[in-house]
């Protein structure tokens, strides 16, 4: 069956600008999480949607948001783009969230310039 | 909060030895455990998982890991590696319904010919 799908795999915007990613998870996954990726910091969990709702924020600014849709599919979007924000966007989905597996997409790769 | 320690940022092996790469955590209670490995510039896959049971766990391409609550540390092993091997691999963790996947800083594995 197909994995998780992320869109697109590579985005250049400028600063303040804003930005929508996409990520369509394996079939029948209710949850979607994503997580961003630097050099420095590491990976870091931004959110998770469970059912259109979601379910637990990590730490981030409210810049950050997202959202799910009713066939599980979800968007994340970041406003007012700042450098920092230049990272690997990784999304990953599971059946029902914590306690069972995570599939990983590729990763959408944002530079902010 | 719960966190996740890779003490080695990189090891270098030679093809056909053995490898082991060391994973803590800090966590109040037993969590879920996992080892997932990425290749530059892609998503992540997941190797293997500890939920419960058997403290030994099988994953796929050869690799294994046990966990053991007394030392808090869940480590990977590969009795012999190959070129392929060659890549990033992440310890995470994750329980109590807040966080999401607590990750580690990573390891990068060289593997010498």
């Known amino acids: 069956k197909a994995g998780v799908t992320q869109t697109p795999r590579y985005l250049i915007k400028t600063r303040g600008q804003q930005v929508t990613l996409s990520c369509s998870p394996i079939s029948g996954h209710r949850s979607v999480s994503w997580y961003q990726q630097t050099p420095g910091q590491g990976l870091q969990f931004l959110f998770e949607?469970?059912?259109?709702?979601?379910?637990n924020k990590g730490n981030f600014p409210g810049r950050f948001s997202g959202r799910q849709f009713s066939n599980s599919r979800s968007e994340m979007n970041v406003s007012t783009l700042e450098l920092g924000d230049s990272a690997l966007y990784l999304c990953?989905?599971?059946?029902?969230?914590?306690?069972?597996?995570?599939?990983f997409g590729q990763g959408t790769r944002l530079t902010v310039v | 909060a719960q966190s996740v320690t890779q003490p080695d940022i990189h090891i270098t092996v030679s093809e056909g030895a053995s490898l082991e790469l060391r994973c803590n955590y800090s966590?109040?209670?037993?969590?879920?455990l996992f080892w997932y490995v990425q290749s530059p510039g892609q998503g992540l896959q997941l190797l293997l998982k500890?939920?419960?049971?058997?403290?030994l766990v099988q994953g796929i391409k050869g690799f294994e890991a046990e966990f053991k609550r007394s030392q808090s540390s869940f480590n990977l092993r590969k009795p012999s590696v190959h070129w392929s091997d060659a890549a990033e691999y992440f310890c995470?963790?994750?329980?109590?319904?807040?966080?999401?996947?607590?990750f580690g800083k990573g390891t990068h594995l060289i593997i010498q010919p």
């Open positions: 949607y469970f059912s259109e709702t979601q379910r």
């Open positions: 995470a963790v994750e329980g109590g319904g807040a966080d999401g996947l607590t």
């Open positions: 990953a989905s599971s059946f029902q969230g914590e306690g069972t597996e995570a599939f």
């Open positions: 966590y109040g209670a037993t969590p879920y």
């Open positions: 500890y939920f419960s049971g058997d403290t």
